[in-house]
Nanobody, 122 residues
C-alpha cells in the first residue's frame, strides 16, 4: 500500500506560481510511475502531468505544457508539480497518483491522494 498526501495548494492571482508536493509513505516511490490529475467543479478528473520511475521522462497535457513541470525526489519519497503562469482555468482540486504503468488514464494508477485545492483569481 502507498499513502499519498498532497500539499501546497492555495488561492493565488492569475500569473502567479505555486509548487505542489505529494509525499508518500508505506512504500518507496521509486517503484512507481507518478502523475498529477485535477478536477474542476462540474468537470471530470483530467490528466495534468506524468513522470517515469527515474524522473528521466515527463509528459504533460497540452493545456499546461510549457507552464507546469513535474519532478520527483525518490530519496525524499516526494513528487512535485511546479505551476507557473497560472490561469483561472487552472482552478481545480489537484491529485497525485501512483501506479506501475505509464499513461494519462486514471486506470493506470492504483493509489491516489485526497487532493489539494488550487484557486486562481482573475
Amino acid at each position: 500500500q502507498v499513502q499519498l498526501v498532497e500539499s501546497g495548494g492555495g488561492l493565488v492571482e492569475a500569473g502567479d506560481s505555486l509548487r505542489l508536493s505529494c509525499a508518500a509513505s508505506g512504500r518507496t516511490l521509486s517503484s512507481y510511475r507518478m502523475a498529477w490529475f485535477r478536477q474542476a467543479p462540474g468537470k471530470e478528473r483530467e490528466f495534468v502531468a506524468g513522470i517515469s520511475w527515474s524522473g528521466s521522462t515527463t509528459y504533460y497535457a497540452d493545456s499546461v505544457k510549457g507552464r507546469f513541470a513535474i519532478d520527483r525526489d525518490n530519496a525524499k519519497n516526494t513528487v512535485y508539480l511546479q505551476m507557473n503562469s497560472l490561469k483561472p482555468e487552472d482552478t481545480a482540486v489537484y491529485f497525485c497518483a501512483a501506479g506501475r504503468y505509464a499513461g494519462n488514464s486514471e486506470r493506470s494508477y492504483n493509489y491516489w491522494g485526497q487532493g489539494t485545492q488550487v484557486t486562481v483569481s482573475s
